[in-house]
């Protein structure tokens, strides 16, 4: 089955300050790659998303995601966060298995990135 | 549009009660989802449908049943509510293809007692 290992639980950063939450996933025929954003009290909603092309994805608020398919990695980056970016982070995966196996996302525990003043 | 709506956003049963989570979407999706979220376990997912009439279990399914008579209506049951079963629900839909994104709804907050 596909696994999402999200590295951290938590990352307290200082405003302004850059930041890269982790994500690695199992191995798998192919993939899409997605982040989403749960900001408190709320639903998730989509932040960014990869499904082939460019390995770099960006968000309309600054984030950015790249693929990389030797590491099976696909981290999120800022290069300078704002309070307002405080909420969880899920990195969620959409992948077929050798067999041909369903394409039912599988999510990370999440990342609750703290933005301190 | 919409987009997913559910009811109730805020429940408390005692342990031994029935309910039903209702999940609705108006984007004609095929694939409905309901995950449940806990601290530190992120979201998992308890049943899933690709389609009117065609469901299927998660991760955790024991302790809900679901059912999908059309298209826009997905919901969730509780038979005979648990302490265990205290969590946030989450119902979220998306285009059959595994490249679309999900949308979610905003969520319903159970606490059994």
């Given at each position: 089955?596909?696994?999402?290992?999200?590295?951290?639980?938590?990352?307290?950063?200082?405003?302004?300050?850059?930041?890269e939450l982790r994500c690695n996933y199992s191995s798998s025929v192919s993939v899409y790659l997605f982040?989403?954003?749960q900001y408190p009290n709320q639903g998730l909603q989509l932040l960014l998303k990869y499904l082939s092309g460019s390995t770099l994805v960006e968000s309309i608020n600054g984030?950015?995601?790249?693929?990389?398919?030797?590491?099976?990695?696909?981290?999120?980056?800022?290069p300078s966060v704002h309070i307002s970016d405080t909420a969880e982070y899920f990195c969620a995966v959409s992948a077929s298995t050798a067999s041909g196996g369903s394409y039912i996302p599988t999510f990370g525990r999440g990342t609750s990135l703290i933005v301190h003043p | 549009?919409?987009?997913?709506?559910?009811?109730?956003?805020?429940?408390?049963?005692?342990?031994?009660?029935?309910?039903?989570?209702?999940?609705?979407q108006d984007m004609n999706h095929?694939?409905?989802?309901?995950?449940?979220?806990?601290?530190?376990?992120g979201l998992r997912l308890i049943h899933y449908s690709v389609g009117a009439g065609i469901t299927d279990q998660g991760e955790v399914p024991n302790g809900y049943n679901v059912s999908r008579?059309?298209?826009?209506?997905?919901?969730?049951?509780l038979l005979s509510a648990a302490p265990?079963?205290?969590?946030?629900?989450?119902?979220?839909?998306?285009?059959?293809?595994p490249y679309n994104e999900q949308f979610f709804g905003p969520g319903t907050r159970l606490t059994v007692l």
């Open positions: 089955a596909q696994s999402v290992t999200q590295l951290d639980s938590q990352v307290p950063v200082f405003e302004e300050a850059p930041v982040w989403y954003v984030f950015e995601a790249e693929f990389n398919k030797s590491q099976t990695s696909f981290h999120l980056r800022k | 549009n919409a987009g997913v709506t559910q009811t109730p956003k805020f429940q408390v049963l005692k342990t031994g009660q029935s309910m039903t989570l209702q999940c609705a095929e694939y409905m989802s309901w995950y449940r979220q806990d601290p530190g376990m008579s059309t298209t826009e209506d997905f919901p969730l049951r265990s079963q205290t969590s946030v629900y989450f119902c979220a839909s998306r285009g059959l293809a």
